[in-house]
């Protein structure tokens, strides 16, 4: 274990005998491990311990923040002096207001200890078993299995004290022959509801093993899986979903509030303490997390605030800051859309020739203001004809308005799954977004992948 | 340190061990966003920490940490060993890295100013009075101004005798403009989109933008965007700046060519390539025109530097020949399966991440013309500048890439500015369809910061150097 709560009383006398007006001190720790695997056979397997301090210090309405991973306290006692050195010739920033106040938060199961036994020979039995499996149906699997624990301290002048741990499993596979490929995922805090034999037998079951067609780009019905429905609206949290995008008025929310945006069955929102995602029951700035509703029955609602963006309209945050120094903005990072009323099988009933999405690829964004995306589609795009399944087809390329996929939204299935690229560039916080199936009537595929 | 480093050798050998190396990475980094009249955010950052690679009966374990004392470094080359160990129950094929000489050395990008000994009030100075410019047109309502410093320190040991000392210092600047009208949002940048150019240089870099001499031309073209016409639709002739080029040059050769994406172990993230160990040599990848170097020894690169992280040094090897396919970037691991050596690209992205192979300055040399000269043999088509999105297929066949700014081009002359140009295309067939490409007087780097690539995601810093091309038949105005 980390224990970073050991370092309390270090850090709360820090705070007290700071020369700052505010003073704040994240402390982000990780025991992390990663096993990637191609062609069912392991090439990479690490292992990681750290710990970040991240110290934001307000003078005078100026903000300087100083991150060490070197936590001697000579070494923290340096960074106060180089603080103190920047904030000198800053001007003051008059739109900051303050940091929070100390509020409570509540108490949301985040770790669990079963994450321990995951020692690497119990990951790597774990993945000969599903070698096996796959080498059983002639096939070969590729991917990640990642778990880790983190602890996060906030604490902050004005009393601010909050602790959690969380622990996370991770495991993203793709199984494939020489001719298709079929992906399924699994990301969880609690990892005694891991099943590899399930999920293997859902990534064998996408894979056609029959050669794949080209079809003609242009607009198709769609049925897009929970995993490419996630991506959709992580770029909606990016782009419009936040206070900073509004402020700055590039936000496609703008002027729009209780305008009917999208179709009446959309509701999506943000729930840091909901357990069918990855909950999140405080932001960096120590901040209990609100619910937040983006549309609600396809009307536009509501956007998230930091400290900041809700001083500045003298609201109060709703608990979505993030690591700072944080330039993007209180972007959303529990995303939910509310599930429908249809099955998965029904919808692919309904269609009598569309596009089947397993999920998205290197997704990015054209029009702002328009949510109008481009990106690939991967592992598992097939043909649908008169309600059935019929063919793996090559990986299309969409040019597709968000915001228009989600106003063209003929069904949306009951059934929901958390999905996470559970990537960690830096430190390790896994993410989640809920995400139901939709059926769009009309999305608009640019072109395809072929040489 | 060299004590404590030699230990963990000595120990690893003592454990008959196939081969281990050790990484002492310190870095420091300094980074100053000026927004709309105010310091959005001044922030440093110090990291340091080890990372041990065992390879172990033939598979690979690795394990990091913060605390660098004898203690943790034994525990943490046991938890290394423990997961080679492990994962040598499932290994299909055993790792094989070449043999190399061991080599015990130092480099240093050569600087002339540290930036990092450039006084604060100095930067943020630099940044307001730049960023205040941007201001100048009422229609830019947000004006941004960006900074930023970055210094590497590193050792890499290992159990064959190597042991080499590194120090790289990076740094580079922007600023941008957008503009904004009801729901219209236009950006212009400069040098670059995405906070700048970034380069191995010291602050004599920064200095060299000059900033505030472009900013009231940045402010305008975000203004006039605003009032531009879209982008057509159509197949049309296509010119590219070099700041555009090399992002096509990065997603389109670079990523494709990665050995390590081609063998398959980037596929449950990055993605593979449409290449194949077999296509170098023989492939037609562009025109006869197209002459792609990756060059890590290049003076001022972003992804130049002395040694990788395998201990293998810095080269210059043509890529693609006349056109075609003639080498992939390699390791000592990947490098046998083309019959050749590894030409030093495996880089990591600090202490706590294994190396991967990564691009390293990835050019396309320069051709024959004037820039004046394509345009004004071009009877009709576009010019794109600065880029503004970009997608491509986890195969990296098909691309598709938006830029900030674009014009039209009648009969050899630039005419109006189009908004929201974005072109499309397919990988070989884009290279092949160059027919022209600028001289040396146009060639420029283009530090690209943000590369990103496994699992855990690692951020690499690599460079491209390009001239202004053109292409022909392109597909451009990819909307509905």
Known sequence: ?????????????????????????????????????????????????????????????????????????????????????????????????????????????????????????????????????????????????????????????????????????????????????????????????????????????????????????????????????????????????????????????????????????????????????????????????????????????????????????????????????????????????????????????????????????????????????????????????????????????????????????????????????????????????VAPAIHVDGFYFSGASKL | MKNLIENILDLAKLKRVDYADIRLVKRQNEEIGIKNGKVEAFAQEEDSGFGIRVLFQGAWGFACSSKINKKEMESVFGKALKIARASSRAVQRKVFLEDTKPKLDSFSTPILVDPFRVSPERKVDLLLRSEALLRSKPKVKISEAFMGSYKTEKIFASTEGSYIEQRIIECGAGISATAIEASEVQVRSYPNSFRGNFATRGYEWIEDLELERHAERVAEEAVALLYAKPCPSKVTTLILDSSQLALQIHESIGHPIEMDRVLGTETSYAGTSFIQPEMVGNFQYGSEIIHVVADATYPGGLGTFGYDDEGIEAQRVPIISNGILVNLLTSRETAHLLGKKSNGTMRADGWNRIPLIRMTNINLEPGNWTLEEIIGDTKEGLFLSTNRSWSIDDKRINFQFGTEIGWEIRNGKLGDMVKNPTYTGITPRFWRSCDAIANRDYWQMWGTPNCGKGEPGQVAHVGHGAAPARFRNVQVGVMK
Do not use: W
């Not at chain 1, 001697?72 to 180089?82: C, D, K, V, Y």
């Not at chain 1, 303050?98 to 199961?109: A, D, G, N």
């Not at chain 1, 997704?363 to 793996?392: Q, S």
């Open chain 1, 1 to 433: 274990m980390i224990g970073i709560e050991r370092r309390y009383p270090f850090l709360k006398k820090i705070i007290r005998d700071s020369p700052f007006d505010q003073t704040e001190i994240v402390l982000l720790a990780e025991d992390s491990s990663l096993t990637r695997f191609t062609h069912s056979t392991i090439h990479q397997h690490v292992a990681e311990r750290n710990a970040t301090l991240i110290l934001r210090v307000i003078s005078n309405k100026r903000i300087v923040v100083l991150t060490t991973n070197l936590l001697t306290p000579a070494s923290i006692e340096n960074l106060f002096e180089r603080a103190l050195s920047i904030a000198k010739i800053q001007p003051p920033n008059e739109e900051f207001l303050s940091l929070p106040q100390k509020k409570s938060f509540p108490q949301v199961k985040t770790y669990y200890e079963g994450i321990d036994y995951l020692t690497p020979r119990r990951k790597v039995e774990i993945l000969r078993k599903l070698f096996l499996k796959v080498k059983d149906k002639g096939l070969h699997a590729s991917g990640s299995f990642s778990n880790g624990v983190v602890e996060l301290l906030v604490l902050n002048s004005l009393g601010v004290e909050a602790y959690q741990k969380y622990s996370d499993l991770v495991f993203h596979l793709i199984v494939h022959d020489q001719e298709s490929s079929g992906y399924a995922s699994f990301v969880s805090r609690n990892p005694s509801s891991f099943n590899i034999e399930s999920l293997a037998q859902e990534a064998i079951d996408r894979v056609r093993r029959i050669p794949e067609v080209t079809i003609e780009p242009g607009e198709y019905e769609v049925i897009l899986e929970p995993y490419a429905v996630a991506e959709l609206l992580s770029f909606l949290g990016y782009l419009g979903f936040h206070a900073l995008a509004l402020q700055e008025k590039r936000s496609f929310f703008c002027n729009r509030f209780g305008e009917k945006m999208v179709d009446e069955r959309v509701t999506i929102y943000d729930d840091g303490l909901e357990e069918e995602g990855l909950p999140i029951p405080f932001d960096f700035e120590g901040v209990p997390k609100k619910r937040v509703v983006f549309f609600e029955s396809g009307m536009a609602r509501d956007v998230t605030y930091d400290s900041f963006t809700a001083g500045r309209e003298g609201k109060e945050s709703t608990g979505h800051a993030l690591m700072a120094p944080n330039t993007e903005g209180p972007v959303p990072i529990n995303l939910f859309m509310k599930g429908g009323t249809s099955s998965l099988e029904e919808m692919i009933r309904s269609v009598r020739r569309g596009i089947y999405v397993t999920r998205f690829h290197y997704t990015n964004v054209v029009e702002p203001m328009k949510a109008v995306l481009t990106g690939m589609t991967r592992d598992g795009t097939f043909l649908i004809e008169e309600g059935e399944i019929k063919k793996p087809i090559k990986n299309l390329r969409f040019t597709e308005s968000a915001l228009r996929a989600l106003s063209r939204v003929k069904a949306i299935s009951k059934e929901r799954r958390l999905c996470s690229e559970g990537t960690v560039y830096s430190r390790r916080f896994i993410t989640g977004v």
